[in-house]
């Protein structure tokens, strides 16, 4: 099993910028993929970004690409999600999630290994 640990988020103005850490432990971590979904109010969770542990492939939505890039840092265990350019729309709690990769692919519509417990991001206009 594998648990979350999240930290960032917090209050800006459209525009500006955020980071997002999730530090993970537990095994096997290379077999996860480590990603950010996010739930606006009266909207359904959806998914934002991800990363492959192993081999670092990444994944990202398309009302993000170009504005936010997810990393990871293997030797801290952290993966992280820098957001520039950020919009009123952005505005959600943020998760990060682990997912086990299936044929060495990532699923995101998959249920998660795990959740972090979340991180309110809110962007002001």
């Known amino acids: 099993q594998v648990q979350l640990v999240e930290s960032g988020g917090g209050l800006v103005q459209a525009g500006g910028s955020l980071r997002l850490s999730c530090t993970a432990s537990?095994?096997?971590?290379?077999?996860?993929?480590l990603g950010w979904f996010r739930q606006a109010p009266g909207k359904e969770r959806e998914f934002v970004a991800a990363?492959?542990?192993?081999?670092?492939?990444?994944y990202y939505a398309d009302s993000v690409k170009g504005r936010f890039t997810i990393s990871r840092d293997n030797a801290e265990n952290t993966m992280t999600l820098q957001m520039n350019s950020l919009k009123p729309q952005d505005t959600a709690v943020y998760y990060c999630?682990?997912?086990?990769?299936?044929?060495?692919?990532?699923?995101?519509?998959?249920?998660?290994?795990?959740w972090g417990q979340g991180t309110q991001v809110t962007v002001s206009s």
């Open positions: 537990g095994r096997a971590l290379s077999t996860y993929a």
């Open positions: 999630a682990a997912h086990r990769l299936h044929m060495g692919e990532y699923f995101p519509s998959l249920d998660p290994a795990s």
């Open positions: 990363i492959q542990w192993s081999g670092g492939r990444t």
